[in-house]
């Protein structure tokens, strides 16, 4: 290693195990794209003093508040804030939620600094209420600052940011909260057979989610961690939940068909994370995680944020401390005549996460309210999203999750029209489970993304369909988060991949193009299904079948726990 000022904090022999300085010593690009791809290849990471230089000329251009306390601010208040304590009494700030600091190869100098620079943030952003990922941060930086000083000012650079497109660490526990929901139904999307197991093997998987942060600040060793920190950087904090996904399916590749370690999976992942070196590489993990293809970093952005409103809708605040959100369906609570709790429980955990949080409100039965669409879309209006369940005579089961109102089928004036976002998706559970979603997210080389500002909402049409213009369709007042999701959001090849609920006064239609998902007519009597387009689907049961039993639900808001 060059400098001694990077290694006054640091245990020489231990960092000479952890990572190599063998690397390059000058990088010389300025163009973004450029920098993106060297930074996934990993070209300074096996230059302590190279990674220096980079952090130092990364963290300088993050676009930060007018004032952003500096190193000349923390050599004035570090003795006055840490004088009254000892070195080896300091306490670590109320909102690191007890996070240890992680030893990352530092010395004792080095520890206690840590803890001194994370008191002096906490002076000097009195806004910051829940921050469990700072004191890995904090912990890396030191590695590549001079001094205490020049690592506070690089934390709080970060920490100060401004660009609301460049969202980094999560501030409080309504940011944190949202970020794992968002991280959940990325997985629900993203990882399905590692779900499957989460949801087999624990009570709550949204609990296993809340962890997720956790795997990439503080259980990861110091050079994967670094590796992913150095894109982070650059790239942002969609990195942070490709790496957590990659994670999830390295965990599932290792640990499907065998027994857990333990009867906490959230402590299995946590420690098959801290030795993640016998597993993979840093390089492969990373290949992993930019091999998923995920959502935009606008269709992320509009994820997390309806998460944070549905989060605020039950109470969660910004200063709120750390509170557990249950995900569950209760047992003592639930009857249906179509499905048993184990089943609603499978089918609560393909659900977005907003909506998880809530139980299961029984809307129309039509052993109840009679066989009648009328009365379904009676009972229905005015619940968004809702789940239909149907179980034939020949005892299969079936249904669909459905992102929006069915008021919104009155906007076509009596005709038959399309509505809904990609949200929506359809399955089966009897004879055996499938589920189907949206074509697009599968496939998202179908369709690019389309600035939300500038595109209107696209009209469907299908040959025996009239339906309104882009115009009739914006349906969003100016109040209303933009949907996640929705359609115009995307430049799809044809309207046949976004045809994903309809309904008529004689039949109700899921998923269209080249046939329908599912087609009911409006005496809830007969109905068929097959392969269509939007979804992508098998059919969902016999092809031809007639109705025992329609069910739908809706979403109620619990007490927090």
């Known amino acids: 290693m060059d400098s001694e000022g990077y290694n006054c904090f640091v245990d020489r022999d231990k960092m000479d195990t952890a990572i190599r300085d063998l690397g390059p010593k000058e990088l010389s690009c300025t163009d973004l794209q450029e920098l993106k791809q060297l930074a996934r290849q990993g070209y300074w990471a096996q230059s302590h003093a190279l990674r220096g230089k980079v952090y130092q000329r990364l963290i300088r251009d993050i676009p930060c508040r007018t004032v952003t306390p500096d190193a000349s601010v923390y050599s004035d208040i570090v003795g006055k804030i840490v004088g009254k304590h000892s070195n080896s009494s300091l306490p670590l700030p109320e909102f690191v939620d007890n996070t240890q600091v992680p030893s990352y190869c ?179 993990l990373l290949e992993k995680a930019f091999a998923i293809r995920l959502f935009s970093r606008k269709e992320i952005q509009l994820l997390h944020m309806a998460n944070e409103k549905a989060l605020k809708q039950k109470g969660i605040t910004v200063k709120q401390k750390r509170q557990f959100v249950h995900l569950a369906v209760h047992a003592e609570n639930f009857h249906s005549d179509i499905v048993s709790v184990k089943e609603m429980r499978d089918i609560w955990s393909w659900i977005p996460e907003r909506f998880a949080l809530c139980q299961p409100l029984l809307l129309f039965s039509s052993l109840q309210h009679g066989y009648s669409l009328t009365r379904f879309y009676l009972q229905c209006e005015r619940h ?135 087609y009911i007519d409006g005496d809830l009597n007969r109905g068929r299904t097959g392969h269509c387009d939007t979804f992508n689907n098998q059919p969902l049961c016999s092809e031809n079948f007639l109705i025992a039993a329609v069910e739908a639900w809706g979403f109620q808001d619990p007490d927090i726990q």
């Open 106 to 284: 530092l010395n004792t100098r080095g520890e206690d600094a840590v803890r001194k620079i994370l008191l002096c943030i906490a002076n000097q952003f009195p806004d910051i209420s829940f921050c469990p990922a700072l004191p890995a941060v904090v912990a890396l930086l030191l590695h590549y600052s001079i001094d205490e000083a020049e690592c506070f000012e690089k934390a709080c650079r970060i920490l100060a940011c401004n660009d609301p497109s460049k969202k980094l660490i999560d501030q409080s526990f309504l940011a944190f909260e949202s970020s794992c929901m968002t991280f959940g139904d990325l997985v629900n999307k993203y990882c399905q057979a590692a779900h499957k197991l989460m949801v087999a093997v624990s009570e709550d998987v949204l609990q296993v989610y809340s962890d997720w942060q956790r795997w990439l600040f503080g259980e990861l060793p110091l050079n994967y961690f670094a590796r992913v920190f150095d894109v982070f950087l650059v790239e942002g904090y969609k990195v942070l939940y490709r790496v957590a996904l990659a994670i999830l399916k390295f965990f599932h590749k290792v640990r499907a068909g065998q027994p857990l370690e333990s009867d906490n999976v959230k402590q299995d992942i946590r420690t098959f994370v801290k030795d993640i070196a016998n597993t993979v590489s840093p390089e492969k």
């Open 384 to 518: 968004e999203p809702t789940l239909l369940l149907i179980k034939t005579t020949q005892k299969e089961v079936c249904g669909a999750y459905l992102s929006t109102d069915w008021r919104e089928r009155n906007k076509f004036g009596g005709k038959l029209g399309f509505f809904g976002t990609g949200e929506c998706f359809v399955f089966r559970l009897q004879p055996e489970v499938q589920r189907y979603e949206w074509v697009v997210i599968k496939h998202p080389e179908l369709t690019k993304p389309v600035s939300l500002e500038t595109t209107a909402t696209p009209s469907v049409r299908c040959p025996s369909m009239s339906l309104p213009s882009s115009s009739s369709l914006s349906f969003d007042p100016a109040d209303r988060l933009s949907p996640f999701l929705a359609t115009r959001h995307f430049n799809l090849p044809s309207k046949t991949e976004s045809m994903f609920m309809a309904g008529g006064n004689d039949c109700l239609i899921i998923g269209g193009g080249s046939g329908q998902a599912l």
